[in-house]
């Protein structure tokens, strides 16, 4: 029986309340938006498997939504995490300044060399941009990350962000990888709970 992936990766999102990060996780899962989800407590993920340069990578992308202000509790779900992707809104320019403070923990939480992607989310509210495209650029250049503006109303950039995630991340376990091993990635599950919430649009 053929396997049903090669590799398993473990992507975390991660930005301000309210930057839309549920939305994206429900856009590139399930190819749906709403304005109102169930908001997460503690952290919940979503499967999704994709082709990638003829492997089968099975996604599981985490959702830290609801957590922000507890950052002790999301800083063990940072743990097997191979992928992770920083949330801003283009309309809260603190959203984008709060991102220095992401990366900061990253780096004390994540393991080193973990891939990461820079996401200016709610791009299609352009009349109320905040945050100049050429300002986060700067900022992913800095830290040596690729960036992307996206819309999880719209789709727009939201599939293309994702797959460029993980094609870099399989690209560096083939880099890393010593012959025979698997670069399936460690996973850290906890029992996700829920309560009534919404998912903010601006």
């Known amino acids: ?19 839309g990060k549920t939305c ?19 952290i919940d993920f979503k499967i999704r498997t994709v082709d990638i340069d003829g492997k089968k990578i099975k ?16 800083t063990a779900y940072y743990r097997g995490a ?15 300044e709060n991102i220095q403070n992401w990366m900061k ?12 992607l820079l996401l200016g989310n709610k791009c299609d509210m352009e009349g109320r941009r905040k945050v100049q495209r050429d300002t986060a650029e700067k ?5 040596g990350i690729r960036f992307f503006e996206t819309s999880a109303k719209s789709s727009e950039n939201v599939e293309e962000a994702f797959r460029t995630l993980a094609r870099d991340i399989l690209h560096k376990s083939f880099r890393k990888a010593p012959p025979g091993s ?21």
């Open 1 to 19: 029986m053929a396997k049903a992936y090669d590799h398993l990766f473990k992507l975390l999102l991660i930005g301000d309340s309210g930057v």
């Open 24 to 42: 994206l996780v429900i856009r590139f899962a399930e190819d749906n938006f709403s304005s109102t989800y169930i908001s997460t407590i503690g």
């Open 59 to 74: 996604l599981q992308v985490w959702d830290t939504a609801g957590q922000e202000r507890f950052k002790t509790i999301t």
């Open 82 to 96: 191979v992928g992770i992707v920083l949330v801003y809104d283009i309309t809260d320019e603190k959203s984008f």
């Open 105 to 116: 923990s990253i780096k004390e939480n994540a393991s080193a060399g973990v891939e990461r």
């Open 139 to 143: 900022l992913a250049k800095e830290h």
């Open 182 to 202: 698997s670069s399936r990635a460690l996973l850290e599950p906890g029992p996700p709970r829920k309560t009534g919430g919404r998912c903010s649009l601006g």
